[in-house]
Antibody
Framework: QVQLVESGGGVVQPGKSLRLSCAASGFTFSSYALHWVRQAPGKGLEWVAVISYDGSDKYYADSVKGRFTISRDNSKNTLYLQMNSLRLEDTAVYYC??????????????WGQGTLVTVSS | DIQMTQSPSSLSASVGDRVTITCQASQDINNYLNWYQQKRGKAPKLLIYDASNLETGVPSRFSGSGSGTDFTFTIRSLQPEDIATYYCQQYDNLPLTFGGGTKVEIK
């Protein structure tokens, strides 16, 4: 069965960096686009970034553009999110989600359980 | 960016009631709409894709309809296990955007 397991969350000071990972199993990793979506405490869902099946295309929300970098290692079935210059408003549960198809502009089906990032001084 | 306006933000209904949630897009999204269920402390779960298609394994009391900019999600007969927050999501264009969510409670 499809599994997505995020890790790497924690407490970090404003301006610092953190790298999240998402380990995937149960499907052909290299055949799907992958997304990061976040949810601030008590709030709704906010899309963060997407990467194409082969890593050649990447798109970001304006709120993270220039600070966050999405990447993937298809040999390790792992998705990453490098988060730099973190701000208080980046505090959220971060989910990785599988795209429904190979293309980046598509919905998401399976989601991981999420990892909490807390930005606090 | 495409704005998704979801209503109501919360509702309370009795077991067995019919529950309806609406989602309006700021432009035509070509039926590229998902509905998700998120239970407390859990990840969202896909229920409906392409506006009206039931995801495999999802009970048939859940359904979706609509086209263009106006969409509806229905629970035909509310069950206690349906207590959750429901979100619509458009995927016609990036950035993917979500409705604000509807919290469903049992009366």
């Amino acid at each position: 069965q499809v599994q997505l397991v995020e890790s790497g969350g924690g407490v970090v000071q404003p301006g610092k960096s953190l790298r999240l990972s998402c380990a995937a199993s149960g499907f052909t990793f290299s055949s799907y686009a992958l997304h990061w979506v976040r949810q601030a405490p008590g709030k709704g869902l906010e899309w963060v970034a997407v990467i194409s099946y082969d890593g050649s295309d990447k798109y970001y929300a304006d709120s993270v553009k220039g600070r966050f970098t999405i990447s993937r290692d298809n040999s390790k079935n792992t998705l990453y999110l490098q988060m730099n210059s973190l701000r208080l408003e980046d505090t959220a549960v971060y989910y990785c989600a599988r795209g429904i198809t190979i293309i980046v502009v598509a919905g998401t089906d399976y989601w991981g359980q999420g990892t909490l990032v807390t930005v606090s001084s | 960016d495409i704005q998704m306006t979801q209503s109501p933000s919360s509702l309370s209904a009795s077991v067995g009631d019919r529950v309806t949630i609406t989602c309006q897009a700021s432009q035509d999204i070509n039926n590229y709409l998902n509905w998700y269920q998120q239970k407390r402390g859990k990840a969202p779960k896909l229920l409906i894709y392409d506006a009206s298609n039931l995801e495999t394994g999802v009970p048939s009391r859940f359904s979706g309809s609509g086209s263009g900019t106006d969409f509806t999600f229905t629970i035909r007969s509310l069950q206690p296990e349906d207590i959750a927050t429901y979100y619509c999501q458009q995927y016609d264009n990036l950035p993917l955007t979500f409705g604000g969510g509807t919290k469903v409670e049992i009366k």
